[in-house]
């Protein structure tokens, strides 16, 4: 499911020609924020429930390289989840389809007024049960990754 479409911006361009590993950061915080206004966690639905999501935890990996003014597009997939937690994960493709990047990621639902983690509210858990979902042994072939120098024997 595509959460986010946007552009290289010319100020997300570094010295190396393409856009800089910080932006793609970026462009996975933006959709995100997209994420939580589909879930119905806009400005108005954090104010209602007293609730949003903190990331707790992010796994980015570069694929290729984006240039200025290249469309992007970014899409959800969920991995897991629990009552106050999601496990997700985010391709970013470009307008071919090829994939960019990906950023995996771990979210905490938060009561806002108490600052503590605390369970979905039910209509944000109702449309989460709507996102497109992975069984753990279908996961994208990126998902689960561990960082690590492989060691020669």
Request: with cysteine; charged share 25%; proline share 6%.
């Amino acid at each position: 499911m595509a959460l986010l479409e946007t552009r290289v911006a010319p100020e997300w361009v570094d010295y190396n020609g393409h856009m800089n590993d910080a932006e793609y950061a970026r462009v996975f915080s933006l959709a995100l924020e997209a994420l939580m206004d589909h879930v119905g966690l806009d400005a108005a639905g954090r104010e209602r429930h007293g609730y949003t999501i903190y990331t707790l935890e992010t796994h980015l990996c570069y694929r290729r390289e984006a240039h200025e003014g290249q469309p992007l597009s970014v899409a959800v997939t969920l991995l897991d989840r629990d009552a106050k937690r999601l496990h997700i994960f985010l391709e970013l493709s470009d307008e071919q389809g090829n994939l960019l990047a990906t950023s995996e990621q771990m979210l905490m639902g938060i009561d806002s007024q108490a600052g503590r983690p605390a369970s979905f509210p039910a209509p944000v858990e109702e449309a989460i049960g709507r996102l497109p979902s992975a069984a753990h042994d279908a996961w994208p072939p990126l998902a689960g990754r561990r960082i690590g120098i492989p060691k020669q024997r």
